[in-house]
Nanobody, 125 residues
């Protein structure tokens, strides 16, 4: 079992940056692929990014590619999401999640067994 706690959200102006962290409990963090999802007001939860357990392979939604960077530190049981050039449409609650599913399902929220409580990111225009 993995428990996840996100931090780092807040209010930022368009064009600004924020860095999110997700701290995981347990000794098997390095076994999990980690994902970031977000849910904006009145919207469904959507995939943002994922990183394989070895930290080498990453994937991004087209809407954030080139602006967001996912990384992880398995020694610290933490995954990060660096968000640059933020836009008002990035406003959402951001969630980290953990899975052992195959990489082909990595963009599906249903593939993730463990979720954090979420952290609010608000981008003002």
């Amino acid at each position: 079992q993995v428990q996840l706690v996100e931090s780092g959200g807040g209010l930022v102006q368009a064009g600004g940056s924020l860095s999110l962290s997700c701290a995981a409990s347990g000794r098997t963090f390095s076994s999990y692929t980690m994902g970031w999802f977000r849910q904006g007001p009145g919207k469904e939860r959507e995939f943002v990014s994922a990183i394989r357990n070895n930290g080498v392979i990453t994937v991004y939604a087209d809407s954030v590619k080139g602006r967001f960077t996912v990384s992880r530190d398995n020694a610290k049981n933490t995954v990060y999401l660096q968000m640059n050039s933020l836009k008002p449409e990035d406003t959402a609650v951001y969630y980290c999640a953990a899975t052992t599913t195959g990489w082909i399902r990595i963009r599906s929220a249903n593939a993730y067994a463990y979720w954090g409580q979420g952290t609010q990111v608000t981008v003002s225009s």
